[in-house]
């Protein structure tokens, strides 16, 4: 395990003696980073110094440290320009590598180091991936004898899921937060294991993680009542572990109620009984392919949608393709060649005219024709899907 920690300039260039805590275990001592390697059984620690620092605190360090303790500096300019702040985090970044285990103490840092060290926190493990195992900071008052050692890793964790989140709030992305869930999950046990806390272990992260998971591919890859089955057990993960989420993934559980209402158009095709209200669903699906940005899920889902319906109207499984969805394309071709002179009651001009427009469209994408700029050819499915939603919402309404 190693440690990145900052060490100032105090005026006897020595800190004030105090015992640090660290849930049962105890280290009086005047230096922090020798608190953290015992506590967190460090054998490398990267101290962030300016000059003056190193010249006398950081060598008073090393004479009261042990011998296995293999110590480095990590020297920073004390002048806080733009330029001197990327030199910081260069300084710093390049001597830690992926898979390194690492445990940042933000104790003694100065003016806005901790802000740096969070920073800088977070490009090591999302970028670096670096294991991030705590971010402490030892609140010394004076007047106590004690300092307890505090975890700050949920400030880190905030922005993983930050991201995460956003991510499924925008686009519709669910790995970002399946992944989320199990780094929680990994890095409780892990905490277990080692002994850094004294936590019940999660029972619920790992079912809701690969529910998430699930219901993240079968909406991308059109399989709309996988991802409502996904969905419910998404809920009921939400539902069961509401604690152990509330202890181990808190923005998770603070946005639970905005996850329920934005995946509830993906519930109600968990169980397809092809009635008015499926049918509706299937639209309310299309227009959130639409929000989210996916165009090419929501004019084959349109497409579908159109044949599922006719389908329906003749009487047909819209289940099987043989027999059955194969007599509605032949419908829709014979229309379009001219062998019908009417059109049938279940199917409205308005409806047959954005067949025509999303099929010329899926064309396009299909055969990779390059007729209409990216941009312009979003917008037009997007146009031609949210026309056909308000067309079909009209005809189930009922």
Same mark, same amino acid.
């Given at each position: 395990?190693?440690?990145?920690?900052?060490?100032? @300039?105090?005026?006897?260039?020595?800190?004030?003696?105090?015992?640090?805590?660290?849930?049962?275990?105890?280290?009086?001592?005047?230096?922090?980073?020798?608190?953290? @390697?015992?506590?967190?059984?460090?054998?490398?620690?990267?101290?962030?110094?300016?000059?003056?620092?190193?010249?006398?605190?950081? @060598?008073?360090?090393?004479?009261?440290?042990?011998?296995?303790?293999?110590?480095?500096?990590?020297?920073?300019?004390?002048?806080?320009?733009?330029?001197?702040?990327?030199?910081?985090?260069?300084?710093?970044?390049?001597?830690?590598?992926?898979?390194?285990?690492?445990?940042?103490?933000?104790?003694?840092?100065?003016?806005?180091?901790?802000?740096?060290?969070?920073?800088?926190?977070?490009?090591?493990?999302?970028?670096?991936?670096?294991?991030?195992?705590?971010?402490?900071?030892?609140?010394?008052?004076?007047?106590?004898?004690?300092?307890?050692?505090?975890?700050?890793?949920?400030?880190?964790?905030?922005?993983?899921?930050?991201?995460?989140?956003?991510?499924?709030?925008?686009?519709?992305?669910?790995?970002?937060?399946?992944?989320?869930?199990?780094?929680?999950?990994?890095?409780?046990?892990?905490?277990?294991?080692?002994?850094?806390?004294?936590?019940?272990?999660?029972?619920?992260?790992?079912?809701?993680?690969?529910?998430?998971?699930?219901?993240?591919?079968?909406?991308?890859?059109?399989?709309?009542?996988?991802?409502?089955?996904?969905?419910?057990?998404?809920?009921?993960?939400?539902?069961?572990?509401?604690?152990?989420?509330?202890?181990?993934?808190?923005?998770?559980?603070?946005?639970?109620?905005?996850?329920?209402?934005?995946? %509830?158009?993906?519930?109600?095709?968990?169980?397809?009984?092809?009635?008015?209200?499926?049918?509706?669903?299937?639209?309310?699906?299309?227009?959130?392919?639409?929000?989210?940005?996916?165009?090419?899920? @929501?004019?084959?889902?349109?497409?579908?949608?159109?044949?599922?319906?006719?389908?329906?109207?003749?009487?047909?499984?819209?289940?099987?393709?043989?027999?059955?969805?194969?007599?509605?394309?032949?419908?829709?071709?014979?229309?379009?060649?001219?062998?019908?002179?009417?059109?049938?009651?279940?199917?409205?001009?308005?409806?047959?005219?954005?067949?025509?427009?999303?099929?010329?469209?899926?064309?396009?994408?299909?055969?990779?024709?390059?007729?209409?700029?990216?941009?312009?050819?979003?917008?037009?499915?997007? %146009?031609?899907?949210?026309?056909?939603?308000?067309?079909?919402?009209?005809?189930?309404?009922?």
């Amino acid at each position: 395990m190693k440690l990145l920690t900052f060490l100032g @300039a105090p005026p006897k260039g020595i800190y004030d003696k105090t015992t640090y805590t660290w849930l049962k275990q105890r280290q009086t001592t005047s230096w922090v980073a020798l608190a953290c @390697a015992k506590f967190f059984e460090i054998d490398e620690a990267w101290f962030v110094v300016t000059e003056k620092a190193e010249a006398i605190t950081y @060598a008073n360090f090393l004479s009261a440290k042990p011998a296995d303790l293999h110590c480095s500096p990590i020297r920073i300019p004390t002048s806080l320009t733009e330029n001197d702040l990327w030199l910081i985090f260069e300084e710093i970044t390049q001597v830690f590598h992926p898979d390194d285990d690492l445990i940042i103490d933000i104790t003694h840092g100065f003016r806005i180091q901790p802000g740096i060290g969070l920073a800088i926190a977070a490009y090591l493990k999302e970028i670096k991936k670096v294991q991030i195992w705590d971010i402490v900071y030892g609140a010394y008052e004076p007047e106590k004898q004690e300092t307890q050692l505090c975890s700050l890793s949920s400030f880190l964790d905030l922005i993983q899921w930050t991201f995460a989140l956003q991510n499924f709030q925008r686009y519709g992305h669910t790995e970002f937060l399946a992944d989320s869930l199990l780094d929680a999950e990994f890095k409780v046990k892990r905490r277990i294991a080692l002994e850094l806390t004294d936590v019940q272990r999660p029972t619920y992260l790992h079912g809701l993680a690969d529910a998430a998971q699930r219901m993240g591919q079968a909406l991308h890859l059109l399989r709309p009542e996988e991802a409502g089955r996904a969905g419910e057990k998404m809920l009921h993960s939400l539902r069961q572990g509401e604690k152990e989420i509330a202890t181990h993934a808190k923005p998770l559980h603070a946005l639970a109620d905005s996850i329920r209402e934005e995946i %509830q158009p993906i519930l109600a095709q968990s169980h397809a009984t092809f009635d008015a209200r499926y049918m509706r669903s299937l639209l309310e699906t299309i227009e959130w392919y639409i929000e989210k940005g996916k165009s090419v899920q @929501a004019i084959i889902l349109a497409r579908a949608w159109i044949v599922t319906h006719i389908t329906l109207h003749l009487e047909c499984n819209p289940r099987k393709y043989i027999g059955h969805r194969e007599k509605a394309e032949k419908l829709l071709r014979d229309i379009w060649r001219g062998h019908l002179h009417s059109l049938p009651p279940f199917l409205p001009k308005e409806m047959l005219d954005k067949w025509n427009v999303l099929r010329e469209l899926r064309n396009e994408i299909a055969h990779v024709f390059e007729t209409h700029p990216s941009e312009k050819l979003h917008k037009k499915i997007a %146009q031609a899907c949210l026309d056909l939603v308000v067309i079909g919402l009209d005809y189930y309404k009922n």
